[in-house]
C-alpha cells in the first residue's frame, strides 16, 4: 500500500525557484529509487530526474541538468525535487514515482508507484 503525495507546485515568475516535496507512506521507503517526471498537455511524460535508494548516484535529463536537484531524505521518507532558473516551458504537471528495482532508470513504465501530480507554471 504505498501512497506518493506531491506538494510544492504554484505559481512562479520566469527565473524564479520552487522545491517540490514527495512524501511517502507504506512500504520500505529506503528501498526505493525515486524519479520525478511531468507531463505538459498535449505531450508525453517526461522524465526529468532519478536518484537512487541509497542517494549515491543521480541522473537528470539534458532539459534541466544544472538546473534541477534531486535529494532525498529516508529519514523523513520524502524525496526532493529543487527548480532553479525555471522557465515558462517548464509549465506541466510534475509527478514523483518509486522504482523498488531500479537504480536511476528513465523510463516511466519501470516505476511501479506515482503520486497525484503537482502543477507548476512559469509566468513569461
Known amino acids: 500500500q504505498v501512497q506518493l503525495v506531491e506538494s510544492g507546485g504554484g505559481l512562479v515568475q520566469d527565473g524564479g525557484s520552487l522545491r517540490l516535496s514527495c512524501a511517502v507512506s507504506g512500504g520500505t521507503f529506503s528501498n526505493y529509487a525515486m524519479g520525478w517526471f511531468r507531463q505538459a498537455p498535449g505531450k508525453e511524460r517526461e522524465f526529468l530526474a532519478a536518484i537512487s535508494w541509497t542517494g549515491g548516484t543521480t541522473r537528470y535529463a539534458d532539459s534541466v541538468k544544472n538546473r534541477f536537484t534531486i535529494t532525498r531524505d529516508n529519514a523523513k521518507t520524502t524525496a526532493y525535487l529543487q527548480m532553479n532558473s525555471l522557465k515558462p516551458e517548464d509549465t506541466a504537471i510534475y509527478y514523483c514515482?518509486?522504482?523498488?528495482?531500479?537504480?536511476?532508470?528513465?523510463?516511466?513504465?519501470?516505476?511501479?508507484?506515482w503520486g497525484q501530480g503537482t502543477q507548476v507554471t512559469v509566468s513569461s
Open positions: 514515482a518509486a522504482d523498488p528495482y531500479g537504480d536511476t532508470r528513465s523510463a516511466p513504465y519501470f516505476y511501479n508507484y
